[in-house]
Nanobody, 118 residues
Framework: VQLQASGGGLVQAGGSLRLSCAAS????????MGWYRQAPGNQRKLVAS???????NYADSVKGRFTISRDNAKNTAYLQMNSLKPEDTAVYYC?????????????WGQGTQVTVSS
């Protein structure tokens, strides 16, 4: 069971990026999925999360600019990031509560770098 994140890159302020997080392996179910970010010298913080039924939660700093969604058929969550600001620069990590053969655990994907230039 693993999470694979993709979609980071370099973009100018005001631009957009879309991150993807795909779960793979012998998965029996997927609960909440989320995106976190960590800037240099800072703690990892929640950006957005989405439950299996589609309820969402956002950090105040990204409300109105970022949108989290998921495709349960593809075991994938997305983070659409619009109106990006230099302060959004960070390594973004996806996280998901995954059920496997014997247990449910939180998994982390590898980070993907998002850099917003001014």
């Amino acid at each position: 069971v693993q999470l694979q994140a993709s979609g980071g890159g370099l973009v100018q302020a005001g631009g957009s990026l879309r991150l993807s997080c795909a779960a793979s392996g012998k998965i029996s179910g997927i609960g909440v999925m989320g995106w976190y970010r960590q800037a240099p010298g800072n703690q990892r913080k929640l950006v957005a999360s989405i439950t299996s039924s589609g309820n969402t939660n956002y950090a105040d700093s990204v409300k109105g600019r970022f949108t989290i969604s998921r495709d349960n058929a593809k075991n994938t969550a997305y983070l659409q990031m619009n109106s990006l600001k230099p302060e959004d620069t960070a390594v973004y990590y996806c996280n998901a509560f995954l059920g496997s053969q014997m247990s449910w655990l939180y998994y982390w994907g590898q980070g993907t770098q998002v850099t917003v230039s001014s």
